[in-house]
């Protein structure tokens, strides 16, 4: 992974892309866009690389590397990136972790980032959890202006979700889901990595239980973004082994204009309920992708599978302007490839886990 210093050149991106600009050079101000058009709403924050789970899927359960404490953004600095990404158009921001519930100035992240608002409006403020703390948090982060939840919940089984995650929590997680039910936050999502071997025979219970609640279950194809680099394609259930396992449940019809949502959707038996896969290994959805991702330590990374990073603290902590915060958003941006290559034998898992990127 390459950390981008500012003030120095950004290298291409592990060389993969000899016609990636080597700087940022143009005017600032505007929407930001890559030079394949794509036009970035989304910004991913991470505010903390732990978690309270220890999924196999994500990171070992026993020596893990944490970032340093003085490392991670604090709520001024994260504030100030978005205030930034915000009035160049970047109207979704979206916590994560890690676990994010364990800031302990989760309510307050959420509601200065609420208060801003991009050049057409205010912004939307969505959060990925695995839920354990929900329900003791969940009135603040209304009340502080929280829009939407994601929450994790890979199978219903208490003993292998013991098994899978390290942890005897399904209760505290199930609890989270159902109080956020009860809430107005519309719609909520349950997300569910789907693991062979594993949980694949839950796939119908799960969009059961999550249609219960007026919730869409998103199934998600396992990607290599684990910490220990374990990750093995035939592992994997795929977006057609999905859809056929729901197909013997339910009749399913594509619901139109995705844009550059990371799931495809469809009707169950012509609705109101739903389901989702996000096929980012089998069905890559690059070529729409609107996102960009700033990590707990202040690292700009413009796709999930990067090996490049562009640091901002420099900026941030050494008496940079916007302005200067801005050139390394755009920076990031204009190095962004045309898509992630994991189908190519080039590529190179990203050296940091999914918990330290975010999600």
């Known amino acids: 992974m390459t950390a981008v210093p500012l003030g120095a050149t950004i290298p291409v991106g592990a060389g993969r892309d000899a016609a990636a600009p080597t700087a940022y050079e143009g005017a ?3 929407p930001i866009v890559d030079r394949f058009g794509r036009v970035h709403r989304d910004l991913r924050v991470s505010l903390t690389d732990r978690c309270s789970l220890r999924c196999t899927y994500c990171m070992p359960e026993q020596g893990n590397e944490w970032l340093a404490r003085e490392s991670i953004l604090s709520v001024d600095e994260i504030v100030r990136v978005a205030r930034v990404a915000a009035a160049n158009g970047i109207s979704t921001f979206r916590l994560t972790g890690g676990e994010p519930l364990l800031r302990r100035d989760i309510a307050e992240v959420v509601g200065r980032l609420a208060e801003l608002r991009t050049p057409d409006g205010p912004v939307r403020i969505a959060m990925t959890t695995n839920g354990i703390r929900l329900g003791d948090h969940l009135p603040d982060l209304i009340d502080a202006g929280l829009h939407r939840l994601n929450i994790s919940i890979d199978t219903l089984d208490r003993e292998r979700f013991r098994d899978l995650t390290r942890r005897d929590r399904l209760a505290d997680v199930l609890e989270g889901i159902e109080a956020a039910a009860r809430s107005g936050l519309k719609p909520l999502k349950l997300n569910t990595v789907a693991m062979r071997g594993v949980n694949e025979d839950e796939i119908v219970p799960l969009v059961e239980y999550a249609a219960s609640l007026g919730a869409q279950l998103r199934f998600i194809e396992q990607m290599p973004l684990d910490a220990g680099h374990t990750w093995r394609r035939e592992s994997m259930v795929t977006r057609e082994e999905i859809l056929s396992a729901l197909a013997t449940r339910w009749r399913l019809d594509p619901i139109p204009g995705r844009g550059g949502a990371p799931a495809e959707t469809w009707l169950l038996d012509g609705g109101p309920a739903s389901v989702g896969v996000i096929a980012s290994v089998t069905a890559p959805f690059c070529g729409d992708c609107d996102r960009m991702r700033l990590t707990a330590d202040g690292q700009i990374r413009n796709c999930l599978f990067s090996n490049d ?33 994991i189908n190519d034998p080039s590529f190179l898992q990203p050296e940091r886990g999914m918990n330290a990127i975010g999600g």
Do not use: Q, T
Request: charged share 30%; no cysteine.
């Open 309 to 341: 990073e562009y640091d901002l603290v420099p900026r941030l902590r050494g008496g940079g302007s916007d302005d200067d915060i801005e050139r390394v958003l755009r920076a990031a941006i204009a190095g962004k490839l045309p898509g992630h290559a």
């Open 28 to 30: 600032l101000g505007g």
